[in-house]
T-cell receptor, first 113, second 115 residues
Framework: NAGVTQTPKFQVLKTGQSMTLQCAQD?????MYWYRQDPGMGLRLIYY???????DKGEVPNGYNVSRLNKREFSLRLESAAPSQTSVYFC????????????FGQGTRLTVV | AQSVTQLDSQVPVFEEAPVELRCNYSSSVSVYLFWYVQYPNQGLQLLLK??????LVKGINGFEAEFNKSQTSFHLRKPSVHISDTAEYFCAVSDHGGATNKLIFGTGTLLAVQP
């Protein structure tokens, strides 16, 4: 099983460009998450989806939008990229929200110039 | 809302020495607690978790943690570390009294094991 798959692994954007980070899980999990990881700040929750059809803001949602396309897929969109969004982005999934183990993708390293 | 504090950003230790990584949490409701490990250039993987029951929790790779409700702590310990334990360790909390159970992480502690 692939687990949690994120694409792309690396991306460089110019300020103002848009892009979508893709995430898919094959574990039939209900909940999915997007985090960003910055040095000294740990992982901060951007958005999460407790179950198919629901999404909710996390700690740092500004500048991002998400779509829970179906049970497997949860995408993160940057409409107008800013240098402050340079980060490593992780997608994760769990069977039942924060009650169960979260499985992480390998991350997307995004640089906005 | 729940939050997690990891006061030590970096912990240097010699191989075969014991180590404790500190984690404190705050929440207005009952919580579940987790420790995750991140090896260089990888995603996170679960070390151990506390949901209920015994306050001493054992995880993979010889790590254990103790839940202390009165001190709102969940410190991670290992009696003898190896070079291969060098990684970043994250404490995380989710509340099971709220409407949804989101997982919130601390800022991480880099464990640097020296020969």
């Amino acid at each position: 099983n692939a687990g949690v798959t994120q694409t792309p692994k690396f991306q460089v954007l110019k300020t103002g460009q848009s892009m979508t980070l893709q995430c898919a899980q094959d574990m039939n999990h209900n909940s999915m998450y997007w985090y960003r990881q910055d040095p000294g700040m740990g992982l901060r929750l951007i958005y999460y989806s407790a179950s198919e059809g629901t999404t909710d803001k996390g700690e740092v949602p500004n500048g991002y939008n998400v779509s829970r396309l179906n049970k497997r897929e949860f995408s993160l969109r940057l409409e107008s990229a800013a240098p402050s969004q340079t980060s490593v982005y992780f997608c994760a999934s769990s069977e039942e929200g924060g009650l169960t183990e979260a499985f992480f993708g390998q991350g997307t390293r995004l640089t906005v110039v | 809302a729940q939050s997690v504090t990891q006061l030590d950003s970096q912990v240097p230790v010699f191989e075969e020495a014991p180590v404790e990584l500190r984690c404190n949490y705050s929440s207005s409701v009952s919580v579940y607690l987790f420790w995750y490990v991140q090896y260089p250039n990888q995603g996170l993987q679960l070390l151990l978790k506390y949901l209920s029951g015994s306050t001493l929790v054992k995880g993979i790779n010889g790590f254990e943690a103790e839940f202390n409700k009165s001190q709102t702590s969940f410190h991670l310990r290992k009696p003898s570390v190896h070079i291969s334990d060098t990684a970043e360790y994250f404490c995380a909390v989710s509340d099971h009294g709220g409407a949804t159970n989101k997982l919130i992480f601390g800022t991480g502690t880099l464990l640097a094991v020296q020969p």
